[in-house]
């Protein structure tokens, strides 16, 4: 097969099925208003349609919607370097979807582990939409042909799936045409855990509010939930590997040296014999210290759904230039007719 290159080009998404949490933002949206510095297109998506795989109330979806888009715009993604749009506005992904859909292997699927953890007990009661979803994750991704996908480690292997398809069509069209997609996994942030269970991530639609610490909780909510997460009662070690089996004290220590943009190891050897009456506080002040800025300009934008509608659109309008002639051709490539 013939040698392509492929513009250096980043597609990244969020589901709406719930406000933003410290997990989303440390996990991926730190890295995407990064890259959008670098060398790369960048392509935002607020993905509903994945959202919907689970059950939403309508009004809510709707104001997560919102939120999600109003949390990047106020995390610094810039609607004048970067796409932003919501993924429903650019029905490609849901054409490009099926496609990939019959070209993933049901096997595939059934090796999906967030299917697994998410499904649970109920595997045959949840919607097909929950099993098919990493179809159309990578129909997001290869829709604008994206060579690199920002995600946390929890998303790596829905990555290495896009891959999977991508090669599969490629080998059975004859045709390199779909990019082989990397993901970019970087940082302690890259796994954020849940404040009560240091072997669960933290989760939009986690049970319980004070596993998470949301993006528009406010000062006093974000001190009580640290002073309340969970944690064992030693102190913090003199070195890293003394937080080795202690998942509870890593998390914390890992969402500080994110938050600070250090390592695990600094923040050790600043805290090194500190109890959790010290560190907590500390931890807390630092988390308030980054996200107030950052919430009140969300809540400001929450209440301009005119100017998200509009940024949006735009969006919207951009990611159709590039997703409909990819679409286009991959339709003349499997032989379906246009007249
Ligand atoms: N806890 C986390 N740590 C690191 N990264 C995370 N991400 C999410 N949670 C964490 C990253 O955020 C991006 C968007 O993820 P998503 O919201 O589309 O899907 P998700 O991973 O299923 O998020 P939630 O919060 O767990 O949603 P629900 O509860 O609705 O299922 C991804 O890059 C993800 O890695």
Known sequence: MAETTFT???????????????????????????????????????????AITVWQDPADLRAATYEVAAGLLASGIDPAK???????????????????????????????????????KNAEKVSLGLYAYPALMAADILAYHATHVPVGEDQKQHVELTRDIAAKFNHDYGEEFFPLTEPVIEGPGMRVMSLRDGSKKMSKSGESDMERINMLDDADTIAKKFKKARTDPAPLPETLDGLKDRPEAR?????????????????????????WGQFKPALADLAVDKLAPISSEMKRLIDDKGELDRILGSGAEKAREIAAPILKRTYEIVGLVRS
């Open 251 to 275: 998390n914390l220590v890992d969402i500080y040296a994110s938050l600070s943009h250090t390592s695990a190891e600094a923040v050790i050897a600043e805290y090194a014999g500190a109890g």
């Open 8 to 50: 250096p080009r980043v597609f990244s998404g969020i589901k709406p099925s719930g406000g933003l949490t410290l997990g989303n933002y440390l996990g991926a949206i730190k890295r995407w208003v990064e890259m959008a510095d670098e060398p790369y297109e960048t392509v935002y998506c607020v993905v509903d349609l994945h």
């Open 82 to 120: 970067s796409i932003l749009f919501n993924q429903s506005q650019a029905p490609e992904h849901a054409e490009l979807g099926w496609i990939l859909s019959c070209v993933a292997r049901v096997g595939w699927m059934n090796r999906m582990t967030q299917f697994k953890d998410k499904a649970g």
